[in-house]
């Protein structure tokens, strides 16, 4: 129904015009770099939820669970396929609540719900035909695989204490499960071990268990750990207990806009101040990170913004994008290096709508950051309202500097000018930026100018799948250097300048 749409709306531009527009000078500072992410720093999970999980007296999963997914839709293949390759995070809340058949394992129950079960659901299972079909779709689409495993294998819950899981770690499905999946050839990139707080030693094990079946280093799926939300006693128990090379990243989770019914879900997008707030979190984590020393640094591997599967008002909206671009922004400049959005589909929060696999307005942000972001992050530095968000990094293809610039503003509007930062002296003047070719502007905007829409303009034209569902081109607006970058209210926009010189990108 959204073919319609060839532009815009022209009542865009001139509610854009009419907004108020203040000067800002930004610096980036290009001398040396300030933190390193990922080639593939932008991820998407898949979870194991089945239909029958509700929140809030809603049932957004459908059949985009990882047991009952359709694998075989264009639209489906082609959004993983965009991103050339994407990185995909196979797990969530009920991994620890899956055995895989394979071995000794006969029975293969599904999911179902039970009161008193992991997160309210019994034991469900991966059969090998299952796996053998996702391998395959992940072979065609060029994915990038972690998968999270059982950690509870084998575990009983304390009858004194809920939630405490006694007993160690039975590693035999696990090994089972890996023997397989090399006999098939599948490759994985990492494992994610999401382990419990008293049960550190276990990812010992499993570190032990990778290297034995997996014989050449190379090849070696890398250790990942230990998932869920931040804190720093448990984070640094879980480390010392493991010791030096075993857990190979630090993974944690952010749901920093809190539950996703809260009334108040917009008001904590548009906040500055809100946003800022998660920084102690990162913080911490590279504190850490900086510490222990894992070779994979720190990675968000699963982020949803609002918990419980997501605002059902919110996170498919253009307005989304205000949080999720200005999370993976921040979160680069300390230092994570990999940052898996909750979810591909599913929920509210999907990138893609979970019944017609249409991409949401986060997908193309997260598409854009994929193709212009380079791994090297720069410093930038204003004097402004803090409405405006500026984050830098080297041009994912160089030459260049690609920068993003988000407007939490609803009537203000921003002309840009920039400079290169003098390096070693803080007391000299920046130097000016004088471009003298044309930068290449990606500008979004919300389909009809309600930042509520599900529909986002690229340079004007609307994002919607072709004929044949494919990714529509995505193609840059070619602008004079010597005109200022204009950002307008509530807008989000990637701008990549090829002459910028910055001695990091090089």
Known sequence: MYFKFTFCPIILLLWASLSFAQNVNVVIHGAASIAKTDDNFVCVTLDWWPAEKCDYNKCPWGKAGILNLDLRYGALINSIKAFNPLRIKVGGSLQDNVVYKVGEVSSCPNFMKREDGLFGFSQGCLSMERWDQLNRFFNHTGVKLTFGLNALFGRNESQTEKGLWIGDWQPQNTRDFMQYTISKGYKVDSYEFVDAKQYGKDVIVLKN??????????????VLGPGGFYEEKWFNTFLEVSGQGIVDGLTHHIYNLGPGDDPNMMNKILDPSYLNQVSQTYKGVSDVVNKFRPQLGAWVSESGGALNGGSKDVSRTFADGFW????????????????????????????????TFVPNPDYYGALLWHRLMGSTVLAVTKESDPNLRVY???????????????????????????SNAKPGDAGKPNYEFVGKQNREEYLLRALTGDIKDDIVCLNDVPMVQTDSEDIPAMDPKLVDASTPISIAAQSIAY???RDFEAPACV
């Open 209 to 222: 268990l990778v290297k034995e079946l997996y014989a050449h280093p190379e090849t070696q799926p890398k």
């Open 495 to 497: 701008v990549t300048i």
């Open 324 to 355: 999720y671009l200005d999370q993976m922004g921040m979160a680069s400049t300390y230092d994570q290096k990999v940052f898996c959005r909750q979810a591909l589909i599913g929920g509210n929060y999907g990138l893609l709508n979970a019944t």
């Open 392 to 418: 830098a990094h080297c041009a994912k293809k160089k030459p260049g500097v690609s920068l993003i610039f988000i407007n939490l503003s609803k009537d203000r509007s921003f002309n840009i000018t920039l």
